[in-house]
């Protein structure tokens, strides 16, 4: 078998650089138009490396579509029913694969109406990661198909494109029997497709039903061996199986990455459910909430339950439910990972946004999916400081200015789904409100959640790559302070913190806090018991800065090492009361009064004061600053972002 960094080499782009997830796989989701048919970009070359895109209304009972380069655009097949494919070239569906994505022509429930919401994943072909094949049946049982794929397939799905058929998919959760992708079948023997014969890394096997003499087949290859990243050595797919145990504390499954996208199917007749379900990250997978399904052998509208729970390093099956976890039967899944790339520019991870409500939603465009939302309402108090993530999203929310614990904030009913951007709903006429949003990205900043002891101290995986320098920490199911934890304010190790909720001064004595900080992960200490969440900041030279200054009732000058100066500014004193003073170049970081919102309380902002001014490094204390900025001797911590 050809080596990881071979297969890395092989699959890497143009000019030698390494393939990030991104770079191959993507989940998009769009809303229809029947008179504008959407072009979806998604910076998946679609049309010069090759790829498959599979669309499903959320909305609507309508057929799933699979669509790839090598049968062409406009070629339908439907995984939840057995025809031949279905050819509207030039009319519906797909009508081009583009080098960042694809394009759609005409109104057809099953791709576009304006009636309803979709979902389009696309996987575009790598070396160790996807590949697709077409070939003509001869009837010859133990024919051996040559592919590209680079190494041995983990899952196949092959279809009959000239006539009715089931899809035939292979798993190496499964041995050499098959499953079908249309159906809730358990699985089956698999001599009559595969031959009772394991795929290589240069063919795989076939018979009978998936060589028909004179038939026309496709091949969708998926593999586990390409290694991505800046270190050319990360995998970004798993292919495997678990065991249920019938619990809602169900198995924990390590992928050795956190997932966007996952597929499950239950093996066997046990039980009730057996279809075969997708969720990802775009569309909701909730810690603590309910999860979005769609069902590739079933054309029904998206529903949820909840199911899974996130981990950094794969994810956790949270029900008894039968479609992800009967006791003792065996569930084969796929699972992708997030994306990974570590950002050039703070505009690709990093928005804030003012705006007016003028209905009762606004859309913001960001430009990125928003992975954590901040918004407070300028010119009122009933918009709460309120914090949405990926990981909790719809109404559930956080308080930055309260104690309080997650609540159901339907008032606001924020919508992640979407990958450019977020809407804000339930909003009245006339309010004024500033978003921060932000992106999940390596070396800048991740989240996690987890439960806590309270007699063991909770070592917690996360993805920021590097040693977190600003740790905001909130328990989730508990009245309870909002701990900020700063690598310039810790004069007893781990253990210094400040709270966000308040004025007071950090302290430095709370042995409970965190006993490590690595770059994989942070230690909790003892007598944490509950359910917590935890935002994690780092310095991302020329883009983010965590640091500190001292104040000398003068100017300062703040080098952050930004070209373009600050776009985002928090401070607060640490050694000495103070508020928690925001900043943001939406509102005006100006040389003149420069308006400010404090994250600790919901007062109205203010607009008269000139206690900042822009500096093309970072930004500037003025000298009219109060001691809560800028006092002789006093010690302030910020987070700044270009």
Known sequence: ?????????????????????????????YQGNSSSPPTITNNIDLSNEGGLVWIKARTGSTNHVLTDTVRGAGKELSSDVNWAEQNYTGTYGINSFNNNGFSLIGANAPTNTSAYTYTSWSFRKAKGFFDIVTYTGNGVAGRNISHALGSSPKMMIVKRTDSTSSWWTWHVGIGTNYILLN?????????????NTAPTSTVFTVADDANTNGGTFVAYLFGVDASFGEGG???IC????????GNNTGPIINCGFEPQWILVKKTSATGGNKSWIIVDVMRGIITGGDDAFLTPNENSAEFDFNAFSLTATGFQVITSNDYVNTNGVSYIYMAIRRPMKTPTAGTEVFDPDAYTATSNSET?????????FLGLQRNGTAYKNVVFDRLRTGTVGLNTASTDDDENYAQYALSLDNNTGFTDNNLTSGQQIISYAFKRASKFFDMVTWTGSTSNSTAVNHNLTVIPELAIRKRRDANQNWYVWHKDWSANGYNGNITLNSNSEGYNNDSAFYSALTNTQITQGVNNTGTFICYLFAT???ISKVGSYSGTGSAINVDCGFSNGARFILIKRANGS????VYDSARGIVAGNDPYLLLNSTAVEVTNTDYIDPLASGFTVTSSA???LNASGGTYIFLAIA
């Open 626 to 628: 109060p001691a809560s």
């Open 540 to 542: 991302l030279a020329g």
């Open 1 to 29: 078998m050809p080596s990881n960094k071979l297969l890395q080499a092989a699959a890497g782009s143009a000019g030698g650089d390494n393939l990030f997830v991104e770079d191959v796989f993507s989940t998009y989701l």
């Open 578 to 581: 103070g508020d928690w003073y």
């Open 364 to 372: 913001v465009t960001t430009g990125f999916p928003v992975d954590l």
């Open 183 to 195: 159906s809730s079948n358990p699985q089956a023997g698999g001599g009559i497709v595969w031959n």
């Open 238 to 245: 798993k292919i495997d199986s678990y065991t249920g145990n």
């Open 233 to 235: 050595d990360e995998q």
